[in-house]
C-alpha cells in the first residue's frame, strides 16, 4: 500500500514538474493551490477587447541534428574512442525518415557493450504521458534540469555483471532517449544537450 502510495506521489510530482516547465504552464501558487484551469472570467468575456500576447511558442523550433559526433564534446568523443557507430548489424540508425537521429554506438563482436540514443520530436502531451507512466510503472526518477525533464534508471544486466540503464530528456518538443549497456560516457546526454539547446 506504500508503494502504491509513493508510487502515485511520484507520477503527481513529475505532472507538476512538466506544467511548471512547460510552455504556458504555471507552478504552484505558493499557497499550496494550484490556478483553475478556467482563464477567463464572465468579466473577461465581456470587457472591451484589449492587446494581449498571441499564444506562440516563446522558443523557436528545434532543428533535429544529422550527426551523430556533432553533438558530443571531444571528450565524450574520447571517451567513445574505438567504439564502432551505426555498424549495419545492428539494423536502422541515422536520419530516419521521420528526421529523427538514431546513434548506435556498439561492437557487433561484444555480448553486451552498447549505447543506443534516438533524438525525435514529441510534443508535450505525448512526453508527460510517456514519462509519468516511466515513473509510476517502471521507478524511473525525474528531475528538471537546463529547462527541461530529465528522467533516468539503472539496473544490472540479467546475463552480465554490468549495469544497464535509460536515460531520457525531453524540452521544446525534442526528446533524447538513450538506452546502454557497460557502456555510459560521462556527461554523454549534457553534450547533446548543450549543442541541441545553447
Known amino acids: 500500500m506504500n508503494a502504491r502510495l509513493a508510487t502515485g506521489a511520484g507520477a503527481v510530482l513529475l505532472i507538476a514538474l512538466l506544467t511548471a516547465c512547460g510552455p504556458g504552464g504555471s507552478g504552484a501558487d505558493g499557497q499550496g493551490t494550484s490556478p483553475s484551469p478556467s482563464v477567463t472570467s464572465t468579466a473577461d468575456a465581456t470587457a472591451e477587447p484589449s492587446p494581449s500576447p498571441s499564444p ?3 522558443t ?30 545492428f539494423g536502422p540508425s541515422g536520419v530516419g525518415d ?24 514529441m510534443n508535450r502531451g505525448p512526453a508527460l504521458d510517456m514519462l509519468n507512466a516511466l515513473v509510476a510503472d517502471e521507478g524511473f526518477t525525474c528531475f528538471t534540469p537546463d529547462d527541461g525533464t530529465r528522467c533516468e534508471k539503472t539496473w544490472q544486466n540479467t546475463e552480465y555483471p554490468v549495469t544497464d540503464g535509460r536515460t531520457l530528456f525531453w524540452r521544446d518538443d525534442v526528446l533524447i532517449d538513450s538506452q546502454y549497456s557497460n557502456l555510459a560516457p560521462e556527461g554523454y546526454t549534457s553534450s547533446i544537450i548543450a549543442h541541441l539547446f545553447d
Open 60 to 89: 523557436a523550433p528545434i532543428t533535429l541534428p544529422t550527426d551523430c559526433r556533432a553533438i558530443l564534446s571531444d571528450d565524450v568523443l574520447a571517451q567513445l574512442d574505438g567504439v564502432p557507430l551505426n555498424d549495419a548489424a
Open 98 to 121: 521521420d528526421g529523427s537521429l538514431t546513434c548506435i554506438w556498439a561492437d557487433p563482436a561484444a555480448d553486451t557493450t552498447r549505447l543506443v540514443t534516438t533524438i525525435s520530436l
Open 56 to 58: 506562440t511558442p516563446t
